[in-house]
Nanobody
Framework: QVQLVESGGGLVRAGGSLRLSCAAS????????MGWFRQAPGKEREFVAA????????YYADSVKGRFTISRDNAKNTVYLQMNSLKPEDTAVYYC???????????????WGQGTQVTVSS
């Protein structure tokens, strides 16, 4: 059973940066794709970014493209989300998730972390 624990959230001013981390338990981390999602109050959970098992492929929601970067270190069982040029509309709880493929739909992910809060002030 894989467990995911996010960290790195916090309060930052618009234009600032944060790096989120997601540590995974288990020996098979390098065999599956991973993704980041976010959920703002009163809104549905939305896709942010995903990365293949090797790290060789990644893709992003249009809203974060060019500002966020997803990466992974399979030796450390960790996936990262570097967030630059943050905007108030990026404020949300951010979740990492283990994928059954490499998609952008929540039903394509079968294991979720508890989330970490990111708040961007204007």
């Amino acid at each position: 059973q894989v467990q995911l624990v996010e960290s790195g959230g916090g309060l930052v001013r618009a234009g600032g940066s944060l790096r989120l981390s997601c540590a995974a338990s288990g020996r098979t981390f390098s065999s599956y794709a991973m993704g980041w999602f976010r959920q703002a109050p009163g809104k549905e959970r939305e896709f942010v970014a995903a990365i293949s098992w090797s790290g060789g492929s990644s893709y992003y929601a249009d809203s974060v493209k060019g500002r966020f970067t997803i990466s992974r270190d399979n030796a450390k069982n960790t996936v990262y989300l570097q967030m630059n040029s943050l905007k108030p509309e990026d404020t949300a709880v951010y979740y990492c998730a283990k994928s059954t493929g490499l998609g952008s739909r929540t039903y394509e992910y079968d294991t979720w972390g508890q989330g970490t809060q990111v708040t961007v002030s204007s």
